[in-house]
């Protein structure tokens, strides 16, 4: 089951990928369009044999009806990052919905056994952010498509983002030592392992 959900995965990327460089090649957005539907359909094929992920597939299928309304494919270029950025933010996003456990608080369970009672609001409100931030570099992006037309900003932007997110990330560990020194510390790699554990089951 858990090779399955990689394989999964990873086809859709693929896909996507694959179609993305066949439209920039040829200059033909319309690769672009059946990549998103493509990998949507991925997806909603497992949701409907009793798996999950259906709402990536609505992400990748909004990002087919973006496509499919991009005049060029220069626009498709500066818009990939935005479908990044929005599946990013599902992950983090989804977990927030009522009766549902916040995917951070999922990490700290994962990664002590248990889940201390000074994390609860903690890792709520960090997931909270991941999906502000992660929203807000989707929207800033569009914004950027839509008001620089030579989109001279796309590496630049991008490597930003990058820096951003890095800074968030290894930050918030420093923070969470601060906050709760009595709490066993949680190196890079531990993190790491416990975010394959939760998404992969391993």
């Known amino acids: 089951m858990v090779l399955r959900t990689i394989a999964l995965r990873v086809a859709a990327i693929l896909a996507f990928l694959l179609s993305f460089h066949l439209a920039v090649v040829n200059d033909r957005p319309l690769f672009v369009v059946v990549a998103c539907f493509v990998a949507a359909g991925l997806y909603w094929i497992r949701q409907w044999r009793g798996g999950t992920g259906g709402v990536y597939g609505w992400v990748y299928a909004v990002g087919g009806v973006v496509a499919a309304l991009s005049p060029d494919v220069t626009d498709l270029v500066a818009l990939a990052p935005t479908l990044g950025y929005l599946l990013a933010m599902t992950v983090f ?20 056994g248990y889940i201390p009672d ?7 409100w960090l997931t909270i952010l991941w999906t502000a931030l992660l ?68």
Do not use: D
């Open 93 to 112: 996003g989804r977990t927030l919905v009522h009766g549902a456990e916040p995917l951070i608080t999922t990490y700290c369970r994962i990664a002590y």
């Open 118 to 124: 000074e994390c609860v609001a903690y890792t709520r």
């Open 135 to 202: 929203g807000s570099f989707a929207l800033a992006n569009i914004a950027m498509v839509l008001l620089a037309p030579a989109k001279p900003w796309l590496l630049a932007w991008t490597v930003a983002t990058m820096v951003v997110m890095t800074v968030v990330f290894l930050g918030e560990h420093v923070l969470r030592r601060i906050l709760y020194p009595k709490l066993p510390p949680a190196s890079l790699l531990l993190t790491g392992r416990v975010m394959l554990r939760a998404h992969f089951g391993r």
